[in-house]
């Protein structure tokens, strides 16, 4: 039985096109992170970067530089540093994958925190209006 052999050249191909469109998925799902003012070519040169420095953090699957470069559009490309983040990056002991769903519920819980704040200022410009 032959077996498919493919040659490096080939192989290196197929790799950066498979990058390519992960990174162009990982453009457009935080594109809605952005203030607006990026263009698309922007937006997928720092998810190139971003996704540069989450590999050089251990994270290495996609699900887990997803989550560290949606963090840094949400929160700013120094987030490890805020103390909230501070804990998952000095736990040496805990996987890459635990420390992505940390980050993530941390990102989580900070928007719900920031909806609900906007949504009681909102509420409380209504009531003057109204009185």
Known sequence: MNALRISAHSMSVLEQYSERRYLDRLAA????????????????????????????????????????????????????????????????????RAKADMLLMILEHTSRSESREEDSVAEQEETREQG
């Open 29 to 96: 799902l935080v594109a809605g992170l952005t203030d607006g003012g990026e263009t698309e070519e922007e937006i997928l040169a720092e998810c190139r970067e971003l996704a540069a420095r989450a590999r050089a953090n251990g994270f290495t699957t996609e699900f887990e530089v997803a989550a560290y470069v949606a963090c840094s559009f949400a929160e700013g490309a120094n987030f490890g540093k805020l103390p909230q983040y501070q804990n998952v990056f000095e736990s040496p002991s805990l996987p890459a």
